[in-house]
Structures are given as C-alpha cells and as structure tokens.
Nanobody
Framework: QVQLAESGGGSVQTGGSLRLSCTIS????????MGWFRQAPGREREGVGF???????NYPDSVKGRFTISKDNANNILYLQMNSLKPEDTAMYYC???????????????????WGQGTQVTVSS
C-alpha cells in the first residue's frame, strides 16, 4: 500500500523559505509522476510542482522561479523547496503520486491517485 507523509510546513514571513518533505512508502518511483498541490480555504486545489520519474519538472506560472521540486531516489523522499514566499502561498500543501498514466498528463497535474494528509504553510505579511 502506497503511503505519503508530508512534513516541513510552518509559519514564515513574506520573503522567507521553507522546504517540504514527502516520505514515500510502499512505492518505488520508477514510472509516472510525483507532485505537490495546495489548497487554501475557499479555493480550488492547485498544483504547484510536478516531477516525472525520469526527472522532467513542470510548474505553474504562479510559483515558477520560486518553487523547486526534487526527489531523493535513494531515500524515497520528495521535496518542495519554496523561496520568496508570499501571503498568497498560504495553504495546506499535499504530496501526491500518479503511478500510472501518460507523462504529458501527470506533468500537467492530472491522474494523481494517491495523496498524503497535508502540511500547513502560513506566510505572514
């Protein structure tokens, strides 16, 4: 059974940085994509970074240049480095896996079928 566990959330001021971690168990990331999503109260869930098993990444314009997704294959951990944080980045952040499917789809945020419990990120002005 695939399990994802996020950590690293917290409260920071505008301009600060955080690194989120997602510990992956029961799954070896050899196909499909992993990704980070976020959801703020009253807003739709939004993808903020995707990485294919072969290393290609994709980001929405809202975080491009500020967020970096990466993976540690040896330890089966997914990361999201977040720099230059803004109050509008405040949300619950979720790690997710799309273990099957077409890369062009999962790199666009579709087909994710396994989710973690989330970690809260709060950015104050």
């Amino acid at each position: 059974q695939v399990q994802l566990a996020e950590s690293g959330g917290g409260s920071v001021q505008t301009g600060g940085s955080l690194r989120l971690s997602c510990t992956i168990s029961g799954y070896t990331f050899t196909s499909g994509c992993m990704g980070w999503f976020r959801q703020a109260p009253g807003r739709e869930r939004e993808g903020v970074g995707f990485i294919a098993s072969y290393g290609v990444t994709n980001y929405p314009d809202s975080v491009k240049g500020r967020f970096t997704i990466s993976k540690d294959n040896a330890n089966n951990i997914l990361y999201l480095q977040m720099n230059s944080l803004k109050p509008e980045d405040t949300a619950m952040y979720y790690c997710a896996a799309a273990s099957t499917g077409v890369y062009i789809a999962c790199l666009a945020g579709r087909g994710f079928n396994v989710w973690g419990q989330g970690t809260q990120v709060t950015v104050s002005s």
